[in-house]
């Protein structure tokens, strides 16, 4: 049962903090993406790769978000320095386009990282 | 305003009632529209995709697209306390990466 695994599942970290979040996209998918959900926004695409390659990123905070795909098997959220404003769960979610279509139907999400800045 | 407006409730029924929820939109440029169920510390899971204006049924679930009004309804016939989640609906262009709603909570009373 193929599915998207993210780590850790839970994060409490202190304000000024370097937090790392982890994702796994299902083998074979070539779309990733990365959410942030709170009570308040909802549901925000902070940036999304497809083949490796950043497609956008207009939804994350540039000056201490980023996010990289160092290999086909992992993805990468990185907030440096964490501010209890990030206080959020963060989903990844990964999906196949096909060669005949222009973007992926089915987005795949995983658990999600619930992250605490204290 | 958001590009995509939903209630967020929360909606509480009794098992066995029909449930309507909805999304308004204001991008006509939307073409896919999709509704993702999300139980409680749990990641978003696909529940029904329509493409275009029109009616899609899929067992209990029957999902509703009017282009004209920018109006799309998920509607649950004998609602069930399995039911109970939030659902959020999504919608795209056929570029663009998919829009959520911010969810409505619905609860399923036994």
């Known amino acids: 049962d193929a599915r998207v695994t993210q780590t850790p599942r839970h994060k409490v970290t202190e304000m000024g903090q370097e937090v790392t979040m982890r994702c796994q996209p299902i083998l074979g998918h070539n779309t990733v993406f990365w959410y942030r959900q709170t009570m308040m926004q909802g549901l925000e695409l902070l940036a999304y790769f497809r083949n490796r390659a950043p497609l956008d990123d207009s939804g994350m905070p540039k000056d201490r978000f980023s996010a990289e795909m160092p290999d086909a098997t992992l993805a990468t959220l990185k907030i440096q320095p964490s501010e209890p404003r990030d206080s959020a769960v963060y989903f990844c979610a990964s999906g196949l386009v096909r060669e005949d279509r222009l973007s992926t139907d089915t987005q795949y999400f995983g658990p999600g990282t619930r992250l605490t800045v204290l | 305003q958001k590009e995509v407006e939903q209630d967020p409730g929360p909606l509480s029924v009794p098992e066995g009632a029909i449930v309507s929820l909805n999304c308004t939109y204001s991008?006509?440029?939307?073409?896919?529209f999709m509704w993702y169920r999300q139980y409680s510390r749990k990641g978003p899971e696909l529940l029904m995709y329509t493409y275009s204006s029109g009616n899609k049924e899929d067992g209990r679930f029957t999902a509703q697209v009017d282009k004209s009004s920018k109006y799309i309804s998920l509607f649950i016939r004998d609602s069930q306390p399995s039911d109970s989640a939030t659902y959020l609906c999504?919608?795209?262009?056929?570029?663009?990466?998919?829009?959520f709603g911010s969810g409505t909570r619905l609860q399923v009373q036994p």
């Open positions: 999504a919608m795209k262009t056929g570029r663009r990466a998919l829009t």
């Open positions: 991008n006509s440029a939307f073409q896919y």
